[in-house]
């Protein structure tokens, strides 16, 4: 069981949660190109390791949150709000 | 060189050796072999899928696999059992014929089944349950299981006679590539060169990809599956539960060999969280609540390959000499045999085999996905 601190509830299991992907890509600029939004819609770092990923509070305040997570122990390192970004030491 | 002594690594080679006489091929694996996703999937074998393309190419695997004993002179206890979908609802109804009859005017089997043929098929069915109501199925009598362990020993042994080398014990540490060609392989016990290096390594694709300095529409997931105690015999086919997502059949030993969706979040762990499992177990019971007091004996994760549009990856890359065969998602057992037949053929002949022309890694910028329920680019959802 996966427990998530989300800054407005604070400890809640999983089952609270939906899982929204790979948090670290930004949408291109309008101009950018077709390779960087193929990079931004289907290629993925997928790494084995620390990942930043959305996770939505659909079981409790319904907020979408930023969370740091590994994806080998699922240790969770930061959470945070959905336009946070976390300190640069954890990553 | 083919990294990954997995199903579709060891078919691979096989196939190398025995149709196209290339027999200058290793199988490096990490571990030893067939301890991966081969020995930890459900053992289902169907080409019941709705994309032309994905039909034509999964019934190529189930032709493949009613031959596959014989070929390999291996007894990989394949059991045409039968794979029966039921449909809880008047839409799913309409999406399961569609899809029968998309596979019937590709000349594979599909059947309509009535409430009464499913509960004569499947006795321990609830067709009344509370909450989700079995209104009919679709049966595709051709589908079933395989012993999955035996087709890892079987294409290994058939790779190993026809001159294949299998180096067990023996992880990739990095690929050796210069001027965007592949030249061999850093492993544990030295570098090996190669002037074709096939990833056949689903589940951690993206890692070795990355070793090349590639990024593929890859995530990686975990996916449980279960094993009950033993039972005198009392499912007869492979069913599978339309309102939520389990799957279930009875092994030979008598156990029940069943699962459902993945826990849904990025992992490389091999084992999973007790949502999925209360989810699967909840299934289990609304369906066949006379198995509500089986024990469960054993519950263990692997971890897949999913894509972003839910289909696989069979195709060369931007990197010259190495081919990938990986995103299987979580239907890479059945496509074995198809799998290693079409991947050999790539490498062969360096040009698809027809039937997996449409499995390459171009397909997501050319805006030619495969998404079989149309669900978009989010692993977590396929």
């Not at chain 2, 995103?327 to 890479?332: A, I, K, L």
């Given at each position: 069981m996966l427990r998530i601190a989300c800054p407005w509830c604070g400890v809640r299991d999983e089952s609270e949660f939906r899982y929204r992907g790979d948090a670290s890509k930004s949408r291109p600029s309008a101009d950018a190109g077709l390779k960087a939004f193929n990079a931004y819609v289907y290629e993925r770092d997928n790494p084995k390791g620390w990942h930043l990923e959305w996770w939505l509070h659909v079981g409790g305040c319904r907020k979408l949150l930023t969370v740091l997570r590994h994806t080998l122990t699922h240790e969770i390192r930061w959470v945070g709000g959905a336009s946070d970004q976390p300190p640069e030491e954890l990553r | 060189m083919i990294v990954g002594g997995g199903g579709h690594g060891l078919a691979t080679a096989y196939y190398l050796a025995t149709r196209h006489g290339i027999t200058d091929v290793a199988v490096l694996e990490r571990g030893p072999i067939g301890l991966g996703n081969v020995a930890r999937n459900t053992t289902i074998i169907r080409s019941n899928y709705f994309l032309p393309d994905n039909i034509r190419f999964y019934e190529l695997s189930l032709q493949l696999w009613e031959g596959l004993e014989r070929a390999l002179n291996f007894n990989a206890m394949v059991s045409q059992r039968g794979t029966l979908n039921l449909f809880h609802t008047e839409a799913q109804r309409d999406l399961f014929t569609r899809r029968a009859n998309q596979m019937r005017l590709l000349g594979v089997d599909a059947q309509a089944v009535s409430r009464a043929q499913v509960k004569a098929l499947?006795?321990?069915?609830?067709?009344?349950?509370?909450r989700y109501p079995v209104l009919g199925g679709f049966l595709q009598p051709r589908g079933g299981t395989v012993r999955h362990d035996a087709v890892a020993w079987g294409y290994a042994r058939g790779a190993s006679r026809a001159g294949v080398d299998i180096i067990e014990h023996c992880e990739v540490t990095a690929l050796r590539c210069v001027a965007g060609r592949v030249c061999g392989v850093e492993t544990a016990r030295g570098m090996i060169g190669a002037d074709t290096v096939c990833l056949a390594v689903a589940g951690h694709s993206s890692l070795l990809a990355a070793m090349a300095g590639l990024t593929l529409p890859i995530e990686s997931h975990v996916l449980q599956a279960y094993v009950s105690e033993a039972l005198k015999p009392v499912l007869d086919v492979v069913l599978t539960y339309g309102a939520g997502h389990f799957y279930v059949s009875q092994s030979d030993k008598g156990g029940l060999v069943f699962g459902g969706a993945i826990d849904g979040y990025n992992t490389y762990g091999q084992r999973g969280t007790l949502p999925m499992s209360e989810e699967v177990a909840a299934a289990a019971v609304t369906l066949l609540p006379g198995l509500a007091r089986v024990k469960v004996l054993r519950q263990w994760g692997g971890v897949m390959d999913m894509t972003m549009d839910g289909s696989p990856i069979i195709s060369k890359t931007p990197i010259e000499g190495l081919i990938m065969n990986g995103?299987?998602?979580?239907?890479?057992f059945k496509a074995i045999p198809a799998g290693g037949l079409t991947t050999a053929h790539l490498i062969a002949h360096g040009a698809p085999h027809p039937a997996a022309a449409h499995l390459s890694l171009e397909r997501f910028a050319a805006g030619c996905t495969l998404d079989e329920r149309g669900v978009g680019p989010f692993p977590y959802l396929h």
């Open positions: - | 499947v006795p321990l069915v609830d067709l009344d349950n509370g995103g299987w998602c979580y239907g890479g």
